[in-house]
T-cell receptor
Framework: AQSVTQLDSQVPVFEEAPVELRCNYS??????LFWYVQYPNQGLQLLLK??????LVKGINGFEAEFNKSQTSFHLRKPSVHISDTAEYFC??????????FGAGTQVVVTP | EAQVTQNPRYLITVTGKKLTVTCSQN?????MSWYRQDPGLGLRQIYY???????DKGDVPEGYKVSRKEKRNFPLILESPSPNQTSLYFC??????????????FGDGTRLSIL
């Protein structure tokens, strides 16, 4: 069965500093991986996805993630954050037939 | 505008009083799903539907029912709500029934409080 672990519940970061959000997953089959962002009082929006191919995936708003099959990880990075990146971030994994697992979320707080 | 619409957005009700949260999408998506979001637990999948008349359980289906009679609608039914179902609920949809590789479009959420 698939599962997802986000290793940090909260990540404080200064504006213009880099940030990395860690995500590990477990699955007995091939998976698809996603990162979503949730701004206050809103639904989730897709940041990026890994389906196959290149292990470095670029998404919206300057985010990127790297799929590492041997370490079963899918960490999210941004080289320079803005105040507007303050939000909760969710890693998600899906096996083929419609079941999704989300991590518990990482709250990113960007301060000036 | 492409969207997933949930109603109501907020509801306070009492234990045992049946309620339905509606979800509608205008994108002709095959796949739809319901989640609940609780602090520290992230989103947990309740039910999903690969297409009309096809539904299946997610990780936390107890106490919930769904139906998919039309492609665009996927209501969530709580026959006898209990306080442990107090949560923030999200409906989502994606294009194809082979949904694993499709990103989901989320509604804005329904906050349920059951007293």
């Amino acid at each position: 069965a698939q599962s997802v672990t986000q290793l940090d519940s909260q990540v404080p970061v200064f504006e213009e500093a880099p940030v990395e959000l860690r995500c590990n997953y477990s699955s007995s089959v091939s998976v698809y991986l996603f990162w979503y962002v949730q701004y206050p009082n809103q639904g989730l929006q897709l940041l990026l996805k890994y389906l196959s191919g290149s292990t470095l995936v670029k998404g919206i708003n300057g985010f990127e993630a790297e799929f590492n099959k041997s370490q079963t990880s899918f960490h999210l990075r941004k080289p320079s954050v803005h105040i507007s990146d303050t939000a909760e971030y969710f890693c998600a994994v899906s096996e083929l037939w419609g079941k999704f697992q989300f991590g518990a979320g990482t709250q990113v707080v960007v301060t000036p | 505008e492409a969207q997933v619409t949930q109603n109501p957005r907020y509801l306070i009700t009492v234990t045992g009083k049946k309620l339905t949260v509606t979800c509608s999408q205008n994108m002709n998506h095959e796949y739809m799903s319901w989640y609940r979001q609780d602090p520290g637990l992230g989103l947990r999948q309740i039910y999903y539907s690969m297409n009309v008349e096809v539904t299946d359980k997610g990780d936390v289906p107890e106490g919930y029912k769904v139906s998919r009679k039309e492609k665009r609608n996927f209501p969530l039914i709580l026959e006898s709500p209990s306080p442990n179902q107090t949560s923030l609920y999200f409906c989502a949809s994606s294009l194809r029934s082979r949904a694993g590789d499709q990103p989901q479009h989320f509604g804005d959420g329904t906050r349920l409080s059951i007293l």
